[in-house]
């Protein structure tokens, strides 16, 4: 445990150190900043507004920062060849990928909590009082973020950083738009199709299932066992992926 948390803590330093980060941050901070002069396009619904495009703010620039980060959390110690420093010492490989993940996972959860913090004072600004549900609209968010640092790290055991970045892009928009492939699925006339169609449905991860800021905002919040199905339905994946990427990266040669 002692040098998992070794390795995440220097990934964690390394990343916040990226001046990538902090363009991100600022300019996440700065359009959630925006949203608070809407009002004018937005009669009567600017309390609705703001916590809406606030979260969708926070989830949009997280994402993008785990996407351009997380494609080269392996390959940048392979170009400076450090990772040849790192596998002769006591450090095992799969404790990199445990530690690698939970660095970069820190990361992006300081940098949620923090805008998340920043979205609440323009509420209050806004409403004259703070509204927490914005915190567990995005708690289903922690789950979909950590599929997609999964799936990063664990293509890019055998694939490149544009590769893995593609990769993953690709990921987070099939899984928000998985329910269309469904229904094609239901409504295609030939067999492979609706067959590959829904293989494809039940095997990648459906985002939809961590998307609930609609739901929160305009009806409540969920009932207490969605948020079970949600953690155990993210954890599966974030497991096996974390799984299949250490029975990689152990069998890689380095030369």
């Given at each position: 445990?002692?040098?998992?948390?070794?390795?995440?803590?220097?990934?964690?330093?390394?990343?916040?150190?990226?001046?990538?980060?902090?363009?991100?941050?600022?300019?996440?901070?700065?359009?959630?900043?925006?949203?608070?002069?809407?009002?004018?396009?937005?009669?009567?619904?600017?309390?609705?507004?703001?916590?809406?495009?606030?979260?969708?703010?926070?989830?949009?620039?997280?994402?993008?920062?785990?996407?351009?980060?997380?494609?080269?959390?392996?390959?940048?110690?392979?170009?400076?060849?450090?990772?040849?420093?790192?596998?002769?010492?006591?450090?095992?490989?799969?404790?990199?990928?445990?530690?690698?993940?939970?660095?970069?996972?820190?990361?992006?959860l300081i940098n949620v909590f923090l805008m998340e913090v920043f979205h609440q004072l323009l509420i209050l600004l806004n409403d004259r009082n703070f509204d927490f549900t914005m915190f567990v609209a995005l708690y289903p968010f922690i789950y979909e973020i950590s599929i997609i640092i999964s799936l990063l790290i664990f293509f890019s055991t055998f694939t490149g950083v544009f590769f893995s970045a593609f990769v993953g892009f690709l990921f987070y928009v099939i899984g928000h738009l998985i329910e269309s492939l469904k229904l094609f699925a239901e409504i295609t006339k030939y067999p492979l199709l609706k067959f590959i169609s829904y293989a494809f449905y039940y095997i990648l991860p459906n985002f939809e299932h961590f998307n609930i800021k609609n739901r929160i905002i305009y009806e409540g919040i969920p009932a207490k066992e969605y948020f079970i199905f949600s953690s155990l339905y993210g954890l599966i994946y974030i497991i096996f992926l974390i799984y299949l990427s250490i029975l990689i990266f152990e069998k890689k040669e380095f030369k």
């Open positions: 445990m002692r040098r998992i948390f070794v390795v995440s803590k220097n990934t964690f330093k390394e990343l916040t150190r990226q001046k990538i980060f902090l363009i991100i941050v600022i300019f996440g901070l700065t359009m959630l900043f925006i949203t608070f002069f809407l009002y004018p396009l937005s009669v009567g619904e600017q309390s609705k507004i703001l916590r809406d495009f606030g979260l969708s703010a926070i989830t949009f620039f997280n994402t993008l920062l785990v996407i351009i980060t997380g494609a080269t959390l392996l390959h940048r110690e392979m170009d400076k060849r450090t990772i040849y420093l790192v596998i002769t010492t006591p450090v095992k490989r799969r404790e990199i990928i445990i530690g690698k993940f939970f660095g970069l996972f820190s990361v992006v």
